[in-house]
C-alpha cells in the first residue's frame, strides 16, 4: 500500500518561489513502472496536471506547457521522495497543490493529502 | 489538449436514487478515462479506470461506460457517503480533468 506525504510551506510571496516535497512509502521513486506527479487545485475546483517525473534507465520530466517555464520536479533517491519548485508565483498560483502517483501514463492511483499554498504579501 | 466537459454541474438526489453523471472528450479517448470521487479537504479518490474497470475495494454500486468521447458514471443507489463532487479526467494525451459535478442532498 503506497502512502504519499506532502511538506511545505502554506504561504509564499509574489514572484518567489514554492517549493513543496511528497515523501513516498510503500514505493519507490526508482519504480520501472511508476511516475511521479504534481497536481494542483483552485479555488474554483478545477484540476490542473502540473509535471512528473519517472526513471526508465533515466530520469525523465515531463511539465505542462502553462508552467513550463517556471516549474522543475526533482527526485530524490536518499530519501524517496520528489519534490516540486514553481519560480516567480503570483496569486493565480494559489491552490491546494497534490502530489500523486501513476502507473507510467495511466490514471493517478494514490494521491498525498493535499497542502493549500497562499500566494500574497 | 484534450477539453473534458462534464454535465450537469450540480445534481440533486436522494438516497436510494439512481444517479448518472456524463462526460464528454473533445476528441476520442478510447477507454482511457478514470472517474474520481472528492470530498470537502481531502484529496481525490480513485474509482473507476479504463473507462469501468472498478477500483478495488470501491463498492459495485459504482460503474462506468462509454467508449469514444461519450463516458458515464452511474451510482446505482445512492447512500450517504457517495455525497460528493466527482471528477471524470483523460489519461490518452497527458491528463486533463472534467470540470466535477457535485452531487447535494435534495
Known amino acids: 500500500q503506497v502512502h504519499l506525504q506532502q511538506s511545505g510551506p502554506g504561504l509564499v510571496k509574489p514572484s518567489q518561489t514554492l517549493s513543496l516535497t511528497c515523501a513516498i512509502s510503500?514505493?519507490?521513486?526508482?519504480?520501472?513502472?511508476?511516475?511521479w506527479n504534481w497536481i494542483r487545485q483552485s479555488p474554483s475546483g478545477g484540476l490542473e496536471w502540473l509535471g512528473r517525473?519517472?526513471?526508465?534507465?533515466?530520469?525523465?520530466?515531463d511539465y505542462a506547457i502553462s508552467v513550463r517555464s517556471r516549474i522543475t520536479i526533482n527526485p530524490d533517491t536518499s530519501k524517496n521522495q520528489f519534490s516540486l519548485q514553481l519560480n516567480s508565483v503570483t496569486p493565480e498560483d494559489t491552490a491546494v497543490y497534490f502530489c500523486?502517483?501513476?502507473?507510467?501514463?495511466?490514471?493517478?492511483?494514490?494521491w498525498g493529502q493535499g497542502t493549500l499554498v497562499t500566494v500574497s504579501s | 489538449d484534450i477539453q473534458m466537459t462534464q454535465s450537469p454541474s450540480t445534481l440533486s438526489a436522494s438516497v436510494g436514487d439512481r444517479v448518472t453523471i456524463t462526460c464528454r472528450a473533445s476528441?476520442?479517448?478510447?477507454?482511457?478515462l478514470a472517474w474520481y470521487q472528492q470530498k470537502p479537504g481531502k484529496a481525490p479518490k480513485l474509482l473507476i479506470y479504463?473507462?469501468?474497470s472498478l477500483e478495488s475495494g470501491v463498492p459495485s454500486r459504482f460503474s462506468g461506460s462509454g467508449s469514444g468521447t461519450e463516458f458515464t458514471l452511474t451510482i446505482s443507489s445512492l447512500q450517504p457517503d457517495d455525497f460528493a463532487t466527482y471528477y471524470c479526467?483523460?489519461?490518452?494525451?497527458?491528463?486533463?480533468f472534467g470540470q466535477g459535478t457535485k452531487v447535494e442532498i435534495k
Open positions: 510503500g514505493d519507490s521513486v526508482s519504480s520501472n513502472s511508476a511516475a
Open positions: 500523486a502517483r501513476a502507473q507510467y501514463n495511466d490514471y493517478f492511483d494514490s
Open positions: 517525473t519517472y526513471y526508465r534507465s533515466k530520469w525523465y520530466y
Open positions: 479526467q483523460q489519461y490518452n494525451n497527458y491528463w486533463t
Open positions: 476528441q476520442s479517448i478510447s477507454s482511457w
Open positions: 479504463k473507462a469501468s
